[in-house]
């Protein structure tokens, strides 16, 4: 059956249902969270034509009838317009206090409707139901919610832990394999911070990496993982930040080429960026290095700034995107390197001129 992964933080504690049948594990808890048999169900125009016909016949099976709000796909819904038209619509279908509802999709629906459960009459609850492996090993998990504004991505939003996450392995039958190999992404990045062992299980798995065998294991290492740093620290005081690795160097990528490249493909290469440079600091053996580089290859992941799409990119202006960075503060970089395969750190007050010395030489 399916993983249960707990995650208890200081604003909710609920539960991650992974794998092979999660959806039908899940029914019986439906059931109380929707006392009076209706649930709205918030999703996107290809993730309803997919695997909504799905989710709606698991729900009916334990006597809930579901009714659709359906959003246009995209980023462009993590919006303030977004969360208008979403919010009206809950108000139109009825939606009360004390109601749920469910988020059907990857990581935009996951973020909008939780924001939108977070700030609608003061708060209700969400559910989960990630549909892309990124939001499946990483933003459904975690509690933070949140839309893009003109300054920036997720600019506004509000940390609202969902009361339960179902994380279907079904879901991802249907996901194209760039979206697959961008949320793998995600996983390596927690094998990297936290978890040797998951690493070298990957390694050797070499190209058998997206099988479900050995996919959906890594998944739920990947879940857990995030679910102990996110226990541990919910508020980003302290140890969430190392979640940020290869994230300083990618979305610096994500902003010099808007929507050329996947989250993952922008990270993929921050993860390689980031070891390099360990290594070259004299932090972490180069030898690890090497090996996170090769298997970004085999992952047929970027392994540098000259395998992600929508370059070339000047060093100069990656530096600059990196100063301004949501999570830098006066003009300082902080940066997320490692000791070795599997224990990062955080490292503050990083050098900006060093750092573009160095992607200079990775160009
Ligand atoms: P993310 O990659 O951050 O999880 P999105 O929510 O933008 O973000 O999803 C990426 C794209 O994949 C969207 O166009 C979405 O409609 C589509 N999508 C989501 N889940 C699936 C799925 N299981 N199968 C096919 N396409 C999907
Ligand atoms: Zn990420």
Redesign the pocket.
């Known amino acids: 059956g399916p993983d249960i992964i707990p995650v208890a933080t200081a604003t909710g504690a609920y539960d991650v249902i992974a794998g092979a049948g999660a959806l039908e594990a899940a029914a019986t808890r439906f059931q109380e969270m929707f006392p009076r048999g209706e649930a709205i169900i918030v999703t ?4 309803a034509g ?2 909504l016909d799905r989710v709606r016949g698991a729900l009916r099976q334990v006597g809930i009838e579901c009714e659709p709000v359906i959003a246009a ?3 462009g819904q993590k919006s303030f317009s977004g969360i208008e038209a979403l919010t009206d619509a809950l108000a139109h279908a009825g939606v009360e206090r004390g109601d749920t509802i469910i988020a059907l ?6 973020d909008l409707t939780g924001f939108a459960a977070a700030i609608y009459k003061r708060g209700i609850g969400f559910v989960q139901m ?3 492996l ?2 499946q090993a990483d ?1 459904s998990v975690g509690g933070k919610t949140g839309i893009n504004t003109r300054a920036g991505k997720n600019m506004v939003g509000a940390f609202h832990p969902p009361r339960l996450v179902v994380a279907d392995a079904a ?6 394999k760039r ?1 697959l190999r ?2 793998y992404a995600e996983i390596l990045k927690a094998a990297l911070i936290g978890d040797a062992a998951l690493f070298d299980r990957l390694e050797a798995a070499g190209d058998g990496i997206y099988t479900p065998e050995t996919l959906q294991p890594a998944l739920t290492s990947a879940i857990r993982f995030k679910a102990g740093v996110v226990a541990r620290d919910e508020k980003e005081a302290g140890e969430r930040a190392l979640l940020n690795l290869g994230h300083t160097f990618g979305h610096a990528f994500e902003a010099e080429a808007p929507g050329q490249m ?2 993952g493909e922008a990270v993929a290469a921050g993860l390689a960026l980031a070891f390099r440079y360990s290594a070259q600091r004299g932090d972490c053996p180069q030898a690890d290095a090497d090996r996170v580089a090769a298997h970004l290859r085999t992952a047929g992941l970027p392994d540098g700034p000259d395998a992600v799409p929508g370059g070339p990119f000047d060093a100069a202006r990656l530096v600059d995107r990196m100063r301004h960075d949501k999570k830098n503060s006066g003009g300082t970089i902080t940066l997320v390197l490692a000791r070795s395969i599997g224990d990062a750190f955080i490292a503050p007050g990083m050098d900006a001129n060093d750092i573009e010395r160095f992607l200079k030489s990775q160009m």
Do not use: R
């Open positions: 996107d125009t290809n993730v997919l695997h796909p995209g980023e999709g990857g990581g935009v629906v996951g990630p549909t892309t990124l939001a933003s879901f991802l039958d249907t996901l194209p979206e961008a949320g996947t989250h």
